[in-house]
C-alpha cells in the first residue's frame, strides 16, 4: 500500500504533497502494472473521470496530460 494516494477532492498526493499522481506514485504504478499497460490506463482513465468532477474549474487538457500523458 503506497503513501502516494490521493488526497481527495483537491487531488494531492498523501504522501509528498504534489498534483496526483506523483512521481513516486508514477513509479509504482508502472510497477503495479508492469505488463499491463491496457489496465494501468483504465485504472488512470477512470481516476480522471474523478477528479474531473472534482477539479471541475481545471482545463480537460491539463488533467488528461496529468492522469494520462504519461502513460506510454
Known amino acids: ?3 502516494h494516494g490521493p488526497v481527495l ?3 494531492t498526493c498523501g504522501g509528498c504533497g504534489a498534483p496526483w499522481p506523483c512521481a513516486t506514485r508514477r513509479r509504482e504504478l508502472l510497477a503495479e502494472y508492469e505488463g499491463a499497460p491496457v ?3 483504465v485504472y ?3 481516476q480522471l473521470v ?3 468532477a472534482d477539479l ?3 482545463p480537460a487538457g491539463t488533467l ?3 492522469f ?5
Open 68 to 72: 494520462l500523458g504519461w502513460v506510454r
Open 44 to 46: 488512470l482513465g477512470a
Open 9 to 11: 477532492p483537491v487531488w
Open 56 to 58: 471541475s474549474w481545471a
Open 1 to 3: 500500500m503506497s503513501t
Open 39 to 41: 489496465s494501468l490506463a
Open 50 to 52: 474523478r477528479a474531473t
Open 64 to 66: 488528461h496530460r496529468r
